[in-house]
């Protein structure tokens, strides 16, 4: 398995639940393979040193944050707790792991997505401040090597 390097974001949440997007100091929006459907992806939300959340979705990036942002208790799904970051510029940042089969599938990457977790709660002290599931699955070395990598990358310590 290999990581692709992160398509990297600054996200600021709207006050109508609507969210901004800028990349390199310009307004933007995502960017294949942001945009692709049925396509696993991991994000990964902080602000500063700080994970906020860690998720995956097989959505484009725009109508996964689109139903978290705009969930409203129906159905049971409250969406977004770290929502109410408004005027914050947090950073976003969409993964992508490949494998001899191509792209990681949602299970692969919902063992990256736990143990990024776990990292986060061994490193830190505290599990992902907005975390509200995880889906916990067996995982082998090289699980744990992309999510410690990914990880140090979204919390900016590289060592």
């Given at each position: ?67 978290g942002f705009r ?89």
């Open positions: 398995m290999k990581l692709i390097e992160p398509q990297e974001y600054n996200l600021l949440i709207n006050n109508d639940d609507s969210y901004s997007l800028k990349r390199d100091g310009k307004d933007c929006q995502f960017s294949k393979p942001s945009t692709t459907k049925d396509l696993a992806k991991l994000y990964t939300v902080s602000e500063g040193q700080d994970l906020l959340y860690v998720g995956i979705t097989t959505r484009s990036m725009s109508e996964r944050l689109r139903s969930a409203s208790g129906k159905n049971g799904y409250h969406g977004y707790k770290w929502k109410k970051y408004q005027k914050v510029e947090l950073k976003l940042n969409v993964w992508l792991v490949t494998s001899i089969d191509g792209y990681l599938s949602r299970h692969g990457m919902e063992i990256i997505e736990a143990e990024v977790a776990y990292f986060c709660r061994l490193l830190s002290g505290q599990w992902p401040k907005y975390q509200h599931e995880i889906h916990f699955h067996q995982s082998t070395d090289i699980h744990r090597d992309l999510a410690l990598t990914i990880y140090k990358r979204t919390v900016g310590s590289l060592s």
